[in-house]
């Protein structure tokens, strides 16, 4: 079961964030091995892989919370990535991201408006 998992993981790991995620597996894998196989199995091997929604709605629900905390701006940055590799458009995501501003202030959502725009920058968008 757990190698179904981590398998299942890995690949919508890798369809939704790509590089991003190949970069944090080895960098946990040197560190905490079990960290790198909890964050494939469970996020991407058990909730992503889920038929109820579908990866471009599960990967904006994901920036819009990361959005919101404020604080998780590498990961933020990740899944802003996921989210333009998902189907997402520039627009769309700056538009989540003022959203953000309403429910969780200004302050969270203009660290979100940085992150992307570090990451369009370096996409050339």
């Known amino acids: 079961m757990a190698e179904i998992r981590?398998?299942?993981?890995?690949?919508?790991?890798?369809?939704?964030?790509?590089?991003?995620?190949?970069?944090?597996?080895e960098f946990l894998k040197g560190i905490a091995p079990d960290f790198e196989r909890f964050l494939v199995e469970f996020p991407?091997?058990?909730?992503?892989?889920r038929?109820?929604?579908?990866?471009?709605?599960?990967?904006?629900?994901?920036?819009?919370?990361l959005t919101a905390l404020g604080y998780a701006i590498p990961q933020?940055?990740?899944?802003?990535?996921g989210a333009l590799n998902v189907g997402w458009t520039k627009e769309e995501i700056m538009e989540i991201m003022m959203q953000m501003a309403v429910y969780a202030g200004f302050p969270a959502a203009l660290n979100?408006?940085?992150?992307a725009k570090e990451v369009f920058t370096a996409r050339n968008l």
């Open 51 to 65: 038929p109820g929604l579908d990866l471009k709605s599960r990967e904006i629900a994901t920036v819009a919370a």
């Open 112 to 115: 979100g408006l940085n992150a």
């Open 44 to 49: 991407f091997g058990d909730i992503y892989s």
């Open 76 to 81: 933020l940055k990740v899944h802003i990535n």
């Open 6 to 25: 981590y398998e299942v993981g890995s690949q919508v790991m890798n369809q939704v964030v790509g590089e991003s995620g190949v970069h944090t597996r």
